[in-house]
């Protein structure tokens, strides 16, 4: 569950920093199916803009909808059955995604057609960028894929094609999709967090020791930032 690798140091707003700013260990649990792991994430960095601190992020895979089939479910649709909502609230709903990821900098594009897809190979993926250190690029990349460009994140072509913006070799990761230690490790940590109770994300645990579930605001994980080097001091 620990892989080194994966740890991405995010500088204030410097990836490549040698700053002596705080760093402040982020392990995120998330699925790139879900909007507010991306609004979580954005939030994040303006709480590290904010607090002059640096953080060393590690991604961690989490499915909203495991037993999603291949070909995906419409998402008025799928949010109607699992939660309940209406069309009307839908519609609501995705406007204010589209409102605080504008205000993040991040575009929401939403249309009567976007569909929920099975999620499992990008993170198969994900774990095979973990070990080129690629994840962290990979991950934003993804999101931006999905809710920004409306690709289908299912299928293996439009994963390669992601994984080649950032560098990734496409033969290689093409193996990746398909190799059984890539996979195994996703369905390995997947489980420990639904054992632990992981119900929701984004989950982030700050320094292996606190867990805040949700997208909680660029204020709120500023105080946990700052918690947490005050205590290391």
Same mark, same amino acid.
Request: aromatic share 8%.
């Given at each position: 569950?620990?892989?080194?690798s994966?740890a991405?140091?995010?500088?204030?707003?410097d990836?490549?920093?040698?700053t002596?700013?705080?760093?402040?260990?982020?392990?995120?649990?998330?699925d790139?199916?879900?909007?507010w792991?991306?609004?979580?994430?954005?939030?994040?960095?303006?709480?590290?803009?904010q607090?002059?601190?640096?953080?060393?992020?590690?991604w961690?895979?989490?499915?909203?909808?495991?037993?999603m089939?291949a070909?995906?479910? =419409?998402?008025?649709?799928? +949010?109607?059955r699992?939660y309940g @909502?209406s069309a009307?609230?839908?519609?609501?709903n995705? #406007?204010r $995604?589209?409102?605080?990821?504008?205000?993040?900098?991040?575009?929401?594009n939403? =249309?009567?057609?976007?569909? +929920?897809?099975?999620?499992?190979? @990008?993170?198969?993926?994900?774990?095979?960028?973990?070990? #080129?250190? $690629?994840?962290?690029p990979?991950?934003m990349?993804l999101?931006k894929?999905h809710?920004?460009?409306g690709?289908?994140?299912s299928?293996?072509e439009?994963?390669?094609?992601?994984?080649?913006?950032?560098?990734?070799?496409?033969?290689?990761?093409?193996?990746?999709?398909?190799?059984?230690?890539?996979q195994?490790?996703?369905?390995s940590?997947?489980k420990?967090?639904?054992?632990?109770?992981?119900?929701?994300v984004?989950?982030m645990?700050?320094?292996?020791?606190?867990?805040?579930?949700?997208a909680q605001?660029?204020?709120?994980?500023a105080?946990?930032?700052?918690k947490?080097?005050s205590?290391?001091?």
């Amino acid at each position: 569950m620990d892989k080194s690798s994966s740890a991405t140091p995010l500088a204030p707003q410097d990836t490549s920093s040698t700053t002596s700013a705080p760093v402040v260990q982020i392990d995120i649990i998330s699925d790139v199916m879900c909007p507010w792991c991306i609004v979580g994430y954005k939030q994040l960095e303006l709480a590290l803009a904010q607090t002059g601190m640096g953080a060393r992020v590690r991604w961690h895979p989490f499915e909203l909808n495991p037993d999603m089939p291949a070909e995906g479910e =419409n998402m008025t649709e799928h +949010i109607q059955r699992k939660y309940g @909502a209406s069309a009307e609230q839908s519609v609501q709903n995705r #406007q204010r $995604l589209q409102d605080i990821g504008a205000a993040l900098g991040f575009e929401f594009n939403f =249309n009567p057609d976007s569909k +929920i897809v099975n999620s499992f190979h @990008a993170h198969v993926l994900l774990d095979y960028a973990a070990t #080129q250190g $690629l994840q962290h690029p990979l991950k934003m990349a993804l999101f931006k894929a999905h809710f920004s460009d409306g690709k289908d994140l299912s299928q293996d072509e439009v994963l390669l094609d992601v994984a080649e913006t950032v560098g990734l070799d496409r033969d290689a990761s093409r193996a990746a999709l398909t190799a059984e230690c890539h996979q195994q490790a996703v369905r390995s940590e997947e489980k420990v967090w639904y054992q632990n109770g992981i119900s929701g994300v984004p989950s982030m645990i700050f320094a292996e020791k606190y867990l805040i579930t949700g997208a909680q605001g660029p204020e709120n994980y500023a105080k946990m930032l700052q918690k947490v080097i005050s205590e290391a001091a």
